[in-house]
């Protein structure tokens, strides 16, 4: 699919839901993309992408500004607290503060910086030993301790398990944000991505669907 391709199924997926039109930010997942597919999709007047690791943005992402434009980045893999500077320098949105420990670093740093990305919860809804994420359980008190610490939370994340009904856990992350009063969540891939949109998704991380599958090796 292409860009074209993948934003009406985008638009109608809200119109489906009677979201408004332009409600879903499709953040395009340009994690160890060859340059010249991420530049096609610049080329298509795209400006959202996704990225999982801070150094490769780093390596990549100054040469593609320059060209084209600001574009606005989110963080979407796993954020050590030595590499938390570096991504608040870069990163528009951190979509993966997953532990208090992660927290406290962002807060301090924020008053470093005197700045700070917007920020989302990343929720292990699966429960998943392997997986990153705050319980469930545990994501009301984590909001409470982040907002304690004048963190700028805006949304909640998940990635779903591979083997389980995704909906399932988008409705779980649905309830999440609402009881917590955040206006924005991120799920759904190339997959699921109208399934996210049905129930309630701000922000949909797709990457093969639209630059095809990556490189391996």
């Known amino acids: 699919m292409d860009l074209t391709e993948i934003s009406n199924r985008i638009r109608s997926a809200e119109a489906s839901a009677g979201r408004a039109d332009g409600s879903v930010t499709l953040v395009a997942v340009s994690k160890k993309q060859p340059d010249e ?23 990549k992402w ?53 700045q700070c990305p917007s920020l989302f919860i990343q929720v292990n809804t699966g429960a998943e030993d392997q997986k990153a994420g705050i319980a469930p359980g545990e994501t009301d008190s984590f909001v409470r301790e982040c907002r304690s610490l004048d963190l700028p939370v805006d949304g909640l994340m998940c990635i779903p398990p591979v083997y389980e009904e995704p909906a399932l856990h988008f409705a ?46």
């Open 172 to 217: 779980l992350l649905a309830k999440l944000a609402e009881r917590n009063g955040l206006p924005n969540l991120s799920m759904g891939m190339s997959a699921d991505f109208e399934a996210a949109i049905a129930l309630g998704a701000t922000h949909v991380r797709i990457g093969s669907a639209l630059f095809g599958d990556r490189p391996t090796g």
């Open 37 to 59: 597919r991420v530049a096609q999709v610049l080329e298509d007047g795209h400006r959202v992408f996704g990225e999982n690791r801070v150094q490769e943005a780093q390596a």
């Open 62 to 114: 100054p040469g593609f500004h320059d060209r084209f434009g600001r574009s606005a980045l989110h963080l979407i893999g796993p954020l050590q607290s030595n590499k938390a500077r570096d991504a608040m320098e870069l990163f528009d949105v951190i979509q993966v503060l997953d532990r208090p420990k992660l927290a406290r670093t962002i807060a301090r740093l924020a008053q470093d910086l005197g």
